[in-house]
């Protein structure tokens, strides 16, 4: 049996066992992660533990502690309420008002994980303040980011605008902007219509919130103005001088602390350790498949199967499934080449198909194994994470099943 199959088949084995048994799929992912590297693939301990991801182990960490912090210090119950009072009290309009505001924020030039980083604490603690579902202002909050993010001067945008420009090929900048805002404006349209009255998987609350010690009044008090200041500082670093925004986040989180410390001495049981190790997991794992080639033999195989039509769907449900556990931006520089040989040899519109590979590579990033998937899972306030974990899925594999052949069939086909 070929290592291809030994890896895939494997991670099959962990969806299954880690969806029906409560074990957290990331220790099972670990676990595979050794046992195939070394076994199958030949790989080193050195060279597999390259793929754990410290980047997003410490965004999640930084960003979920300080969030808790300004939950205990009454901080974020003034956000939502200002928030509230912005929309003048009509609270389902908040999915829509963070959608565009994380729109924004991306086309503008910040990178998507940094937008959700700062939308998604903030869209999860309206949901459990107004009894939203957190799983449509999750969701909307991602969908928005990547609204966005294939403007001109967006990190994602000028990545794939920057590939087509060392090919003959030519790719109109208006056309990938507006094939991923239409496409995820749509999504977020049906995500709300479909899902904004479903029932929220409820949970006690047990990580001693801010309301439970906190007044929060009309103004706020020293430690929320402080708090606010942090939280500017965090967009401010992150969007303007394109600093580490986890570095930032634990940073600010540990000021406050030590300014509040009897408040404060249990903030640490904010941060998700379970989705940590969940995300982790899976992602050293698919990093492992990467570095022995066989997502590139994966996606060269759909590449050499029939008609430029099919293979063209062939070359969006491989970026899709693989982007729901890596990094898009890596599928999306390792694909755009992969894809040049076909267009130069067919009639396929070469915008058409750019932009159907970039919309399905990001708009699964909605999976628990992505940054931005992660984000929302971590900072969801009194739902069964267990059962919140398994909306997520649910979500993500609709979208993975279908938003590829929606990309297909909606910018590829009508101009072949």
Not at 103 to 113: E, N, R
Not at 262 to 279: I, P
Not at 338 to 350: G, K, M, N, R
Request: net charge negative.
């Amino acid at each position: 049996m070929s290592a291809e199959v030994i890896s895939i088949g494997a991670l099959l084995v962990m969806f299954v066992v880690g969806t029906v048994l409560p074990i957290n799929l990331g220790i099972l992912a670990f676990v595979a992660t050794f046992a195939v590297g070394t076994a199958s693939l030949g790989l080193t301990e050195d060279e597999i533990f390259e793929g754990f991801p410290a980047e997003l182990f410490v965004t999640i960490v930084g960003v979920t502690y300080l969030f808790s912090v300004a939950r205990r210090n009454g901080t974020i119950d003034w956000l939502v309420a200002a928030g509230v009072r912005l929309v003048r009290g009509k609270t389902a309009l908040i999915p829509w008002v963070l959608f565009l505001v994380a729109a924004l924020l991306t086309a503008f030039g910040t990178f998507t994980p940094a937008a959700v980083a700062i939308l998604a604490p903030i869209g999860m603690n309206f949901a459990y303040r107004y009894k939203l579902n957190p799983l449509v202002v999750g969701m909307m909050v991602i969908s928005g980011g990547h609204a966005g993010a294939f403007s001109p001067l967006a990190v994602s945008g000028a990545l794939v605008l920057g590939l087509v420009d060392e090919t003959d090929l030519q790719v109109s900048a208006v056309a990938l902007f507006s094939a991923s805002f239409v496409i995820n404006l749509v999504l977020s349209a049906l995500t709300y219509a479909l899902l904004a009255r479903r029932p929220v998987p409820l949970a006690e609350e047990v990580d001693g919130t801010a309301e439970d010690d906190v007044t929060v009044s009309g103004r706020p008090d020293w430690r929320q103005w402080l708090t606010l200041a942090c939280l500017f500082a965090l967009v401010a670093g992150a969007l303007g001088f394109h600093l580490e925004i986890g570095f930032l986040a634990l940073a600010a989180g540990a000021l406050l602390a030590l300014v509040d410390m009897k408040r404060q001495e249990r903030a640490v049981d904010g941060v998700s350790w379970s989705t940590l190790l969940l995300v982790a997991g899976m992602m050293t794992y698919i990093a492992m498949l990467e570095k022995a080639g066989v997502i590139e033999e994966i996606s060269e195989h759909a590449a050499h199967l029939g008609a430029p039509l099919v293979v063209a769907l062939l070359l969006c449900f491989t970026v899709a499934i693989t982007s729901a556990f890596a990094s898009s931006t890596a599928i999306l520089t390792a694909i755009i080449p992969i894809a040049v040989p076909l267009l130069l040899s067919s009639q396929l519109s070469a915008a058409g198909l750019i932009a159907a590979l970039a919309v399905s590579t990001t708009i699964v990033d909605t999976s628990p194994f992505s940054t931005n998937g992660a984000l929302v899972l971590s900072n969801a306030r009194g739902v069964d994470a267990r059962r919140f974990y398994r909306q997520i899925i649910g979500y993500t594999g609709g979208i993975v099943a279908l938003g590829p052949v929606v990309a297909w069939g909606a910018l590829v086909l009508p101009w072949s």
